[in-house]
């Protein structure tokens, strides 16, 4: 049973562009939400998180929407430039448990036409 | 990669053989994980420290043994490896493991058993 959903998993944005990922979770026990980014041959590196109190979150170009009611969350990149062609992960997990893992979405190949 | 080291970097390896990975941090974080990233699936969690002798599994323990007899150290062990698990593995450390839960990734091991 896959707990989090991610779409599309490839996406081509022309650079100026929006792009947007979104995610859909299942357990309601989540109450964490981050997004990671990862460049070819790199481990994956920590973007933008949130949490569940908020319905929205912005760092720099970067901004998740959270809709707690429909269990989705959702990465925009703004201006997108050539440098953010990268695959993004989107996660979840229960913090109330103490040192819970990350359940991961399948990824989005997002690619940046210049 | 916040202070996070893996070896080895790359490992071929044959059928039946053991295997050990190393993560090894510098930041003095109290959680540490063990992922594995597969073509269409994501980062799937293998094992969790919760600190020093403190382990538990995750998603996808069978096949895996983990150790964890000093702070900055979590090993990965395969006792048999099997073609199956041909994988990217990469290692997470969180300072804060529960409320937060923000994990900083290393920058992988790339295992092939032949």
């Known amino acids: 049973q896959q707990q989090v959903k991610q779409s599309p998993q490839s996406l081509i944005v022309q650079k100026g562009g929006i792009s947007i990922i979104n995610c859909a979770y299942e357990?309601?026990?989540?109450?964490?939400f981050p997004w990671y980014q990862q460049f070819p041959g790199k481990g994956p590196a920590l973007l933008i998180a949130?949490?569940?109190?908020?319905s929205e979150k912005k760092e720099g170009r970067f901004t998740i929407s959270f809709n707690k009611s429909a269990k989705q969350f959702s990465l925009h990149i703004m201006d997108s430039q050539p440098g953010d062609s990268a695959t993004y992960f989107c996660a979840a997990s229960n913090s109330g448990g103490g040192a819970d893992g990350l359940t991961f979405g399948k990824g989005t190949h997002l690619i940046i036409q210049p | 990669d916040a202070g996070i080291t893996q070896s080895p970097r790359h490992k071929v390896t044959e059928t039946g053989t053991p295997v050990t990975l190393r993560c090894h941090q510098t930041?003095?974080?109290?959680?540490m994980y063990w992922y594995r990233q597969d073509p269409g699936h994501g980062l799937r969690l293998i094992h969790y420290s919760y600190g020093v002798k403190d382990t538990d599994k995750g998603e996808v323990s069978d096949g895996y043994s983990v150790s964890r007899s000093k702070t900055e150290d979590f090993l990965l062990t395969l006792e048999s490896a099997t073609s199956s698990q041909t994988s990217v593995y990469f290692c997470a450390i969180s300072p804060s493991g529960g409320l937060y839960n923000e994990q900083f990734f290393g920058p992988g091991t790339r295992l092939t058993v032949l």
């Open positions: 949130i949490r569940p109190d908020v």
């Open positions: 930041e003095n974080h109290r959680y």
């Open positions: 357990n309601t026990a989540f109450d964490y």
